[in-house]
Each structure stands twice: as structure tokens, then as C-alpha cells.
């Protein structure tokens, strides 16, 4: 069983800054792209939003919700994906999720969850106001 495992959530103010970090292990064949989505409190039973994908090869995709703010990156020899936060807001709280997939990113698929799996299990991420 592939297992994803985040860390780096927690308390910040707002305007603060966050990295998570997302560590993999490398499929036996094929290739990873990578995702962060996330889901807002008491939004359970809602499709988890998309925050920003990359594919294997660098590519990256992020939300007009964070762009400007939030960059996803990959190191690929350490099997570990990044998102860096900065300029944090309240409506950013959240847990966040990591997520692969071997499917090649195609037609803006890359913000859609169904394509994703597995997943981590999240990281808690609480913005104050």
C-alpha cells in the first residue's frame, strides 16, 4: 500500500507564511504527478478543493484562490513535494492534502480529485484572524 505522509500544518496569523511537505514513495513504474488540495471546516461531505498540482516534470497549476501566494514544488531524488504558503489568510484554514497519480495531466484534469490516489491523510492548517 503507497502511502503519502504531510506535515508542517499548524497555527499561524494571518499574513503568515507555512510549508508543508508531502513525502512519497516511488511507484515501482511510471511516473508521479502531484497534488495539494484541501478541505475547509465543516465542508466534510463537499469535494475536496483543489490548491495546486505538478507533474512530473516540473509543470505547475495552482488555484486563482492562491496564486500569487502559495507555490508547489518537488524534489524528486527525495520523493517529497512542497507547498509554500505565504500572505496567509483566514479562509486558507483548512487540512491539506497530498495526493498522486500516475494519469498525465490533460484538459485542466489536474484539479479534479477523481483522477488522484492515494492520498495522504492530512495536515491541519488553522489561520487566525
Known amino acids: 500500500q503507497v502511502r503519502l505522509v504531510e506535515s508542517g500544518g499548524g497555527l499561524v496569523q494571518t499574513g503568515g507564511s507555512l510549508t508543508l511537505s508531502c513525502t512519497y514513495p516511488?511507484?515501482?513504474?511510471?511516473?508521479?504527478?502531484m497534488a495539494w488540495f484541501r478541505q475547509a471546516p465543516g465542508k466534510d461531505g463537499e469535494e475536496r478543493e483543489f490548491?495546486?498540482?505538478?507533474?512530473?516534470?516540473?509543470?505547475?497549476y495552482h488555484a486563482d484562490s492562491v496564486k500569487g501566494r502559495f507555490t508547489i514544488s518537488r524534489n524528486n531524488f527525495q520523493n517529497t513535494l512542497f507547498l509554500q504558503m505565504n500572505s496567509l489568510k483566514p479562509e486558507d484554514t483548512a487540512v491539506y492534502y497530498c495526493?498522486?497519480?500516475?494519469?498525465?495531466?490533460?484538459?485542466?484534469?489536474?484539479?479534479?480529485?477523481?483522477?488522484?490516489?492515494?492520498w495522504g491523510q492530512g495536515t491541519q492548517v488553522v489561520v487566525s484572524s
Open positions: 516511488k511507484r515501482p513504474y511510471g511516473s508521479d504527478s
Open positions: 490548491v495546486a498540482a505538478i507533474s512530473y516534470i516540473g509543470n505547475t
Open positions: 495526493a498522486s497519480t500516475d494519469r498525465a495531466f490533460s484538459a485542466g484534469s489536474y484539479s479534479q480529485p477523481q483522477i488522484y490516489g492515494p
